[in-house]
Structures are given as structure tokens and as C-alpha cells.
């Protein structure tokens, strides 16, 4: 939805409907012969949910310059739960306790949590032409900044511990925090079909400078013990440039 008024100033917003996919989101390994690692086992993985986000951008005009200022704001925030339950002889093994450390071997039950949000910002300026009457181009180039929050949490239990104690509950906890700060280039093309409608296709890369903050922890409460945290790596930080493509392809209609 966009509203402009006569001195060249628009205000837009849009409301976003996505699912992200990533790697690394590995949780237990699901053995379905014995109580030890084997080859009949397979991977479980956690992942993310469709969730809405939304998008806000505020433009200006430049008269006479057929070129426009603006700054777009996107925000988004979903989560994702999975869980799974074995019975003996079956067994989970999970892919990331500390290896004879926690003094776990196997459980029953697991359920992982992943949870991420995303601020984007970009200020910046574009230019429009049109080559010909169906078909407007606009290349721009932006400052962008960038902030992703995610954590990865799950939970073990059922399964023998030390001394032949049952282990309540084996939880891990995992947070990967960035900020990125770059710059942004693009072009977004528009296809006029008639009537109102167009098909839209846009592209854009941006290199951004990134801030990774990491922490890591395992705490397992065994049965008639307190918690014992085993792992506590909590300032894990390091800075890497990260390369983003962004890819758009749809319909547009405008009254």
C-alpha cells in the first residue's frame, strides 16, 4: 500500500509471508536398531515456520531528476518446534553434547526450539528510466545495516546417565547474534502488462562487513542430582564479510 502527496514524499508498506531454510539446524540422531551409533541411524533436523513480516519504506521525489531518496525498514520474526520419541531398543544421540563430557549416552524423548528475528535498513538512492513504454528499470544503490537474533535451544531425557542414573533433562543452548553494516546495489525491473497489472523482477547484491556474537551451554539434571552445567561458552565473538543475494520475481497491481 503506498500514499504520496505533491511534494514527492511516499510512504509504502507491505506485508511479508515467509519461511526461512537453514543448515546446521541438526538436533539428535535417530538410531532404529541399537543403543549405539550405527548406520540405520538418520539425522532429525529442526527448522523455522511460515510467519508474516512486514515492510515499511519512506521515499522523496527528487524534482526534475526523475530520482528518488529513500529508507525501507524490514522486519521479521518467526519460530519452529519439532519433537521426537523413541522406545528401547531404539535411542536419540545428540549431535551436540560434549563427546564422554556430559556424562550422557543416550535418551528417549527430544524437542528443539529455534526462534529468529531480522532487522534490515536501508538508505539509499535509485534512479528510473524507461526504455520503452511496457518496461521501467531502476537501478539503485543503498548503505545497508543488518541485525539477525537467533537461538537454537532442545531438550533430552529418559535416557542412562553416570552411575546408572536416568537422565531428567539434558538441555542445550545455543544463540548467534550478527550485525552487518555495507554497501547495497540493484535493479528492479517492472514489465506493464495493462491494466494496472506489471511483472515484477528485481535483483540486488550487498557486501556487509559482519559482528558475530555466539554462546554456547549444556546443563543436564540427573535424577536426585542438581543441575551440572558442563558447557558455558558465552563470549565467542568474531568479525567476517558476508555476501548477500536478494531475488525477487512476482505480479504487481496497482489502482
Not at 549405539?36 to 519512506?58: H, I, K, P, Q, Y
Not at 549416552?105 to 511496457?134: C, E, V
Request: with cysteine.
Amino acid at each position: 500500500y503506498q500514499l504520496q502527496n505533491a511534494n514527492g514524499v511516499t510512504i509504502s508498506a507491505s506485508a511479508l509471508y515467509w519461511k526461512p531454510y537453514e543448515e546446521g539446524l541438526d538436533f539428535v540422531i535417530k538410531n532404529k536398531g541399537a543403543t549405539t551409533v550405527n548406520n540405520d541411524g538418520t539425522v532429525e533436523r529442526a527448522g523455522f515456520d511460515w510467519n508474516w513480516g512486514s515492510r515499511v519504506d519512506l521515499g522523496y521525489e527528487i524534482p526534475n531528476k526523475r530520482m528518488d531518496l529513500d529508507l525501507c525498514w524490514t522486519w521479521y520474526k518467526t519460530h519452529g518446534s519439532v519433537s521426537d520419541t523413541v522406545a528401547s531398543p531404539n535411542a536419540l544421540f545428540s549431535v551436540w553434547s560434549i563427546p564422554n563430557g556430559s556424562g550422557t549416552q543416550w535418551d528417549y524423548i527430544a524437542k528443539a526450539d529455534t526462534h529468529l528475528q531480522l532487522n534490515n535498513l536501508d538508505l539509499g538512492i535509485s534512479g528510473t528510466f524507461a526504455p520503452r513504454r511496457f518496461l521501467e528499470i531502476n537501478p539503485s544503490i543503498h548503505l545497508s545495516a543488518l541485525w539477525i537474533h537467533q537461538k537454537f535451544d532442545y531438550n533430552l531425557s529418559g535416557g542412562p546417565g553416570i552411575l546408572g542414573l536416568t537422565v531428567i533433562d539434558d538441555k542445550i543452548e545455543m544463540k548467534n547474534n550478527f550485525f552487518g553494516i555495507g554497501p547495497k546495489a540493484g535493479i528492479d525491473t517492472l514489465w506493464n502488462l495493462g491494466w494496472g497489472f506489471g511483472i515484477v523482477g528485481n535483483f540486488n547484491i550487498s557486501i556487509l562487513y559482519g559482528y558475530f556474537s555466539t554462546s554456547q551451554s549444556e546443563t543436564v539434571v540427573f535424577r536426585g542430582t542438581a543441575p551440572n552445567t558442563y558447557l558455558d561458552l558465552s563470549r565467542n565473538f568474531y568479525h567476517n564479510p558476508r555476501v548477500n543475494f536478494d531475488l525477487t520475481l512476482g505480479m504487481r497491481w496497482d489502482k
